[in-house]
């Protein structure tokens, strides 16, 4: 990451732009109380916190940030924003899904967002979601923020409310098929295992006997 671009890029829009983890956040995540983690605090930059990937146990589906850009003046050109997501392997857990647009304005006001990790399957995966910040005066000058996450998935129901809050409709009902597909691709595959185990095993006996 060019630290200095990311400074020379939030000083020429004139704000303060500020993005962590909370308290409620850093101990669910962490099992450490009155806690933040600062990525991004008043344009200073926490480079040891992009470095490494987050934990995310299997009992944790989502995570939540907090960000905000507080320009000094309400006329200071504003900071945009685009992203995009990644799993290193879709077969057990799909791109992470946010809870806001694609293409956006880092809002002025304190907000949050949230990161949901679409388990399919029982896994461990390394998956990313990349920001790319602008400012529309200067839109040659962007910078990323790569925020990277290693995720536990464990193959479970999920709660139909907290879909909601990520999908539509219908992609509430893809992404369950999808996932009761792959439960029973790994079923097929569990049995075929033992079957063969068995097989081997029995055989192995019947020579040691005769």
């Avoid at 006329?75 to 799909?94: C, G, H, I, P, R």
Wanted: a neutral charge; one cysteine or more; glycine letters at 0%.
């Amino acid at each position: 990451m060019n630290i200095l671009l990311i400074v020379l890029l939030i000083n020429l829009i004139d704000a303060q732009l500020n993005l962590y983890l909370d308290s409620v956040s850093v101990e669910q995540l962490f099992e450490l109380k009155e806690h933040r983690l600062y990525f991004i605090n008043g344009n200073q930059i926490r480079q040891s916190a992009f470095e490494s990937s987050l934990l995310v146990s299997a009992n944790i589906h989502f995570v939540e940030f907090t960000w905000n850009n507080e320009r000094l003046d309400i006329d200071t050109s504003k900071l945009y924003y685009d992203y995009n997501t990644s799993s290193s392997n879709e077969q057990a857990l799909l791109r992470p899904v946010l809870n806001i647009v694609e293409n956006g304005i880092v809002p002025r006001k304190t907000s949050t967002f949230s990161i949901f990790f679409p388990c399919l399957t029982t896994n461990r995966v390394n998956c990313s979601v990349l920001f790319r910040l602008y400012n529309s005066t200067t839109n040659h000058t962007s910078m990323i923020i790569p925020l990277k996450f290693m995720k536990y998935c464990r193959d479970e129901t999920m709660n139909h409310s907290l879909l909601s809050q990520f999908y539509n409709s219908n992609q509430i009902i893809d992404y369950l098929l999808m996932k009761e597909s792959r439960h029973r691709e790994f079923a097929s595959i569990t049995i075929t295992t033992i079957f063969a185990y068995s097989l081997i095993i029995a055989f192995v006996v019947f020579l040691i006997v005769f």
